[in-house]
């Protein structure tokens, strides 16, 4: 079963068995991870789930979309290169992910 990371700004870690399909986001939310706040649920239209994917990871991610990388400039905290909205980021067999949630999201 495929596990994803959540450290939060200040070094705290949690790591879930995540479902295969479920986002990275849909994982944190079930689970009560706190960092992610999600106000639209998923539909892109918040960028309220914003994290810092880890370098090691981020070249096995799907590129983003179009529509993700204009909202990554909404966020809340600063973009950076390895951001990622949590929503749009699948988890997939095979592949654990580590991510930091930024200070704030809103
Ligand atoms: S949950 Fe709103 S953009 Fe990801």
């Known amino acids: ?5 959540y450290t939060d700004h200040t070094g705290q870690s ?5 479902t295969v399909g479920d986002s990275v986001m849909e ?11 999600a106000e ?3 539909s892109l239209s918040c960028a309220t789930c914003h994290v810092y994917v880890d370098r090691a990871d981020a070249d096995d991610l799907p590129p983003m979309g179009e529509m993700e ?21 699948r988890v997939t067999e095979g592949r654990d992910l580590h991510v930091t949630t930024p200070t704030t999201q809103v």
Do not use: K
């Open 1 to 5: 079963m495929p596990q994803v990371t």
């Open 14 to 18: 949690r790591t879930i068995d995540a």
């Open 27 to 37: 994982t944190a939310v079930r689970n009560g991870v706190p960092g992610i706040v």
């Open 40 to 42: 639209c649920g998923g």
């Open 69 to 89: 990388d204009e909202m990554l400039w909404g966020t809340a905290e600063d973009r950076r290169e390895c951001s990622r909205l949590s929503c749009q980021l």
